[in-house]
């Protein structure tokens, strides 16, 4: 077992997901040497210390979480519980693993977050190549998701698997479940779904969908950045939000209220250039306040079925839905005078030329020639010298 | 009475809604000299021909007019039966009006027409001003509305009436019924209501919403540019449309069809650089489908209430909706490490400082400071020697 990869899983306990410190550091020193520093057992010199200063800087200074200095006060309480071993073992145990960055097995689309991408990737499932983003798609809502946003939820995700496409969500009750769910059902390809996890994979949490979960695990892959045995602490969620995002070609709203945490994720999908859906629903739903919140203000785009979303994740043009018809009204492509014409023509009775020309209000010639094509058509007939309409054609 | 009033109401009998060629005739010679050429009194010059050419090909080629002997003999049935004094007596019989362009009462906005702006407009109701485009709403829609439909156009048409706004609608069944409707209802300014009619204003059309257009005609208006007799012809409807999207700031789509006249209305006031809004809908309702498809393809903007109608109506900046706040979450503002430490703090039992460096992955300053920070804001408490939530904060 290398050292990068025990350095990354010890690492992963020692700091909180976007600890920006941390990442600077495994970035300057790599994950061998950050774990040094950062356990006291080598002291970073004053060349690190610029580089770290200045990645710092190039991300925004105000991230709340200080230097360096302030950073190995932080992770020192922590060094005491670090067991990185142990933690491999019981992902070994559970039939899991840890990947991480330099492994083939590696979501490359991860890599889109620049120093925000993971320390490494905590995995219980199947070992088997995970979809790049352009076949991912996430479905994203509440909670307490409507009857509404469950049967829009089952719908897409279904036919997001049935196209071939990886159903990334949050393995949480409501939409997340609903999302899972459809696209186990709807999966013939090798990763029907991915659920990224707030806290450790070691646990199937919210412990109503265990079964669920453990289904996901056992067709598809449960993932989460924090070891086993991390608590799913609100800002963990948080951060959770933008692995979900950063997995996927497009994040989808399906569900979410004016302030949702799906919004959050669609956020972060707007961050990393990657495309936002939202689903449209009543305006009188609380529920979905938030999708047309994303509307208005954001960059989403309005999605109602399976094909729009898959138009949104294919590079541009590859999967155009088919242009939708709807019953084509038979006075389609008339020129203007002969849908006149066509509307002066009586239903029942039938009417001469010249009685045409006054209501119409088109000179004989017109009349003549229109009722010629109208007649090839089969809008119009001859009938006891006069015309008359020939079928029903509102 | 003027020549210019008495030859604009021929002109409306003799030619259709946006005949370009009669159109190009009234600009180029004058109404009183038009309606002579019309009717062969005069003979078009060579000057006035190319004048008329040379405006007909301004506006493109081919709308299927011809040019201008083509519409000598289109307009030549229907002048047997011009009596422009015999329907100005039947409009002031019904106490209504003609008004033309240089009328004092004339709605400026429809100028943005350009060439094709109505030559006159046949009107039912008060003789009051007409208000400006920046407060008149266009509420349009499917005549077979659901409930959904009618409720929501009910709340929109009555909100915006009580806001001061006029509502513009077909008078048709449906969406436009309903939102006639609710104007009248919250109605408080001069001109609650404008019914634009694809017919003429004499009759009611259709008989089911005779009792409702009697009332927009006693409050509002019902106006249309065909003369008093004219039957709402399909080519009628789609014309008329033009003018409801111009007289309007927003024209606003409740519910549509995938193919809906309401979509005609809405293209016409993108052409005219007007703002279209869409209420969104169930993505399973078809009603809904053209409005989804305007949000996609089109530039609508999603609306769901009165007040995001008001701010498309006003010059930027004027009616910007109030921000809408959710529920203010307790952990609002909070930093991010004050976060982390309000999720590691015990709901029941209570914490040490060190503990908590410990679960939540901060430095004892950290945690000391962040204590004091989260009591201050009643989110922790001291107890026994050790710290807890304060309250549920989830």
């Known amino acids: 077992m290398d050292n990068e990869r025990i350095a990354r899983a010890a690492l992963s306990r020692l700091m909180e997901p976007q600890d920006a410190a941390g990442l600077a550091l495994v970035q300057a020193a790599g994950a061998v040497d950050a774990l040094r520093i950062a356990t006291g057992q080598l002291a ?13 800087a190039g991300i925004g200074g105000s991230t709340g979480w200080g230097g360096m200095a302030a950073a190995l006060k932080r992770w020192a309480p922590r060094i005491p519980d670090l067991a990185p071993e142990r933690d491999l073992a019981t992902m070994a145990r559970l039939g899991g693993r840890l990947i991480v960055p330099s492994d083939g097995l590696w979501p490359a689309q991860l890599a889109d977050l620049g120093i925000h991408e993971p320390i490494c990737l905590w995995w219980r499932g199947l070992e088997q190549q995970l979809p790049g983003a352009s076949s991912c798609v996430a479905l994203v809502g509440s909670r307490d998701s409507t009857s ?20 990334v969500s949050g393995g949480a009750y409501g939409i997340d479940a609903h999302a899972h769910r459809a696209a186990l059902a709807g999966g013939s390809g090798a990763v029907p779904t991915i659920a990224v996890m707030a806290g450790g994979v070691d646990r199937f949490y919210p412990s109503g969908n265990e079964d669920l979960l453990r289904a996901v695990c056992n067709q598809g892959a449960v993932i989460a950045e924090v070891p086993p045995g991390s608590a799913p602490t609100r800002y963990r969620f948080l ?21 949702s945490g799906a919004l959050n994720t669609a956020h972060h999908a707007e961050t990393l250039g990657r495309a936002v ?60 005078e002969d849908l006149i014409l ?33 007649g090839l058509l089969g809008l119009a007939a001859a009938e006891r010298g006069g015309w008359k309409r020939a079928r029903e054609s509102s």
Do not use: M
Not at 44 to 56: C, D, F, K, Q, Y
Not at 151 to 156: E, F, I, N
Not at 239 to 259: F, K, P
């Open 342 to 374: 066509l509307d002066a023509l009586p239903l029942r009775s039938t009417s001469s030329v010249d009685k045409l020309c006054a209501v119409a209000g088109l000179g004989a010639e017109s009349v003549r020639a229109g009722l010629g094509r109208l």
């Open 44 to 56: 970073p010199g004053p060349a690190l210390e610029r580089e770290i200063t200045e990645l710092l």
């Open 148 to 167: 509404y946003g469950a049967s829009v939820t089952g719908d897409l995700g279904y036919s997001l698997a049935q196209r071939g496409f990886t159903v």
């Open 239 to 259: 951060q959770r939000n933008r692995l979900i995002a950063a997995l996927s070609a497009v994040t989808v709203v399906v569900e979410a209220r004016w302030r």
């Open 277 to 336: 859906g939202a689903v449209p629903g009543s305006v009188h739903s609380a529920n979905s306040a938030g999708c047309h919140r994303l509307l208005r203000e954001g960059g989403a785009v309005c999605v109602t079925d399976a094909a729009e979303i898959a138009e949104l994740a294919a590079p541009s043009g590859e999967a155009l839905t088919e242009p939708r018809t709807g019953p084509g009204a038979v006075h389609d492509g008339l020129t203007l």
